[in-house]
């Protein structure tokens, strides 16, 4: 099945391959450059996900559709999500092309783990010894771990089934586990992407440093986030760290008005957690209403938090001015920002928030935090405001700021975070990226 799907997938777009090639360094040498094109072609590579399709993963789902356009083969493989509710049209396609490793029922992991240890005695009694090593510094018992292994079994089955070369986890946490343990079992490289915050708070118990000498590569989404994994990875092993940001797809931002909307609206885009500072922002924006009466703030997204932002907005009398979304499609962001004078997103912890890019793009200004990657994108000042992360008065000031810049200012801030944004996160220049590290080829040369 899995086969079926990755053939359906590699109707390649000649048009994509071209385009990566001109992006990709090359030695000068045309027979290098046709051996190159070549062994994308021939690339079949396993995503694996802990969860996939997801709202918040739309930056995985550009990602892999960006290699497939280049030549690659890629197969999904996610852990749960297939009965998860979808608000993206987007999302629900990409689903159909998702191979569910828990929906198999419990037989299946223990046929496929029993088998395992049967055909491939060495590689299991290895892979075991290393499932119990993760779990004596891990937050999670020992139980969660030989689940991983289970799915190990049935994902390491799965890959030689389809003949795929090399196995791609997102996220340091369980799924980079799994496919460490794959690839014990004697399945194929791996390699993973860093995202943070969770990563860098759980590294010691993740055993990353363990996850990182074992792969192939493991990408981080900014400067920072490699900064991160040089504090636990062996210095040895930093060569492997490459930075391979999250990427936009132009159809997002295409035909974006230049001018920001003439409103006074701000719109908040992400997950409703404590590590987004939406609570912060509610506190902020009433000091923002009772100074400027008529402004609005739209929280858009969903998240575990939303009863007690609900709450809070009843508290503080701001029903009329603050509208909570819910879950929404990759296009109803898209409408949410371009209906926005700026985006806010006042976050305590973060990786490089995707959202950031994305208003960038649609040439909106954004009020953001000094934290993490987010100053490698935002210039404060230039295409937005950074503030101190939990400062209250230092979040309304920049709102104020906001409020206070003419329609031409605006103008000028977003097209100095368009240019920034569509440089840094074009999405065929970073799946490019990823595919000649999956390739093992000139790695100096195409990631910094």
């Known amino acids: 099945m899995i086969e079926q799907r990755a053939m ?8 994509g391959r071209a385009l990566e090639r001109k992006i990709l360094p090359s030695s000068g040498s045309i027979p290098a450059e046709a051996e190159s094109s ?18 918040s993963h739309a930056f995985i789902r550009r990602e892999i559709q960006a290699l497939e356009q280049q030549g690659v083969r890629v197969d999904r493989l996610s852990l749960r999500g297939w009965n998860a509710p979808l608000a993206d049209p987007a999302d629900i396609l990409e689903r159909q092309k998702t191979r569910f490793v828990l929906k198999e029922g419990v037989l299946r992991l223990l046929w496929s783990t029993v088998s395992t240890a049967i055909s491939r005695p060495r590689q299991f009694v290895a892979a075991l010894r290393e499932t119990l090593s993760f779990s004596r510094k891990d937050q999670r018992s020992l139980p ?4 991983y292994l289970a799915e190990a079994c049935v994902i390491a089955h799965w890959l030689a089934q389809s003949g795929a070369t090399h196995l791609h986890a997102h996220f340091g946490t369980n799924s980079a586990e799994i496919a460490y343990l794959v690839h014990a079992l004697g399945g194929p490289p791996y390699s993973f992407t860093v995202h943070g915050p969770e990563e860098f708070d759980r ?8 996850k990182i000498a074992n792969a192939k590569f493991v990408a981080a ?15 040895n092993d930093w060569k492997k760290i490459k930075v391979v940001h999250c990427g936009l797809d132009g159809e997002f931002y295409r035909d974006a008005p230049a001018a920001a909307a003439p409103t006074r609206r701000f719109v908040c885009v992400g997950r409703l ?12 924006f009433r000091e923002i209403v009772q100074r400027h009466p008529g402004c609005e703030l739209v929280l858009a997204g969903g998240g575990e938090m939303r009863a007690s932002l609900e709450a809070r907005v009843k508290t503080l009398r701001l029903a009329r001015a603050v509208r909570i979304t819910g879950e929404i499609s990759s296009a109803q962001v898209r409408e949410e920002i371009l209906a926005a004078r700026a985006l806010v997103l006042p976050s305590f912890q973060e990786g490089l928030p995707v959202v950031l890019m994305e208003a960038m793009a649609l040439r909106r200004p954004v009020i953001s935090t000094y934290i993490a990657g987010i100053p490698e994108l935002v210039e404060s000042g230039k295409s937005g405001w950074l503030v101190p992360a939990g400062s209250l008065d230092d979040l309304v000031s920049a709102m104020e700021a906001c409020l206070a810049c003419s329609d031409a200012e605006l103008e000028r801030m977003g097209a100095r975070g368009y240019a920034r944004a569509t440089e840094r996160h074009a999405i065929v220049t970073e799946a ?14 195409a990631v910094a």
Not at 39 to 45: F, Q, T
Not at 144 to 147: N, T, V
Not at 223 to 233: D, E, I, M, P, T
Request: proline share 3%.
């Open 273 to 284: 957690c404590e590590q987004k500072g939406q609570l912060l922002l509610l506190d902020a």
């Open 38 to 55: 070549r062994a994308r072609d021939a690339l079949h590579v396993a995503y694996l996900i802990n969860q996939y399709p997801k709202a």
């Open 221 to 235: 989404i900014s400067s920072y986030g490699r900064s991160q994994l040089f504090r636990v990875a062996a210095q």
């Open 432 to 445: 490019a990226k990823l595919a000649t590290l999956f390739c093992g080829a000139d790695e100096k040369a």
């Open 144 to 147: 969660y771990h030989l689940a």
């Open 8 to 15: 359906a997938n590699t109707t390649a777009v000649a048009g």
């Open 203 to 210: 590294g010691p118990s993740l055993r990353l440093d363990k």
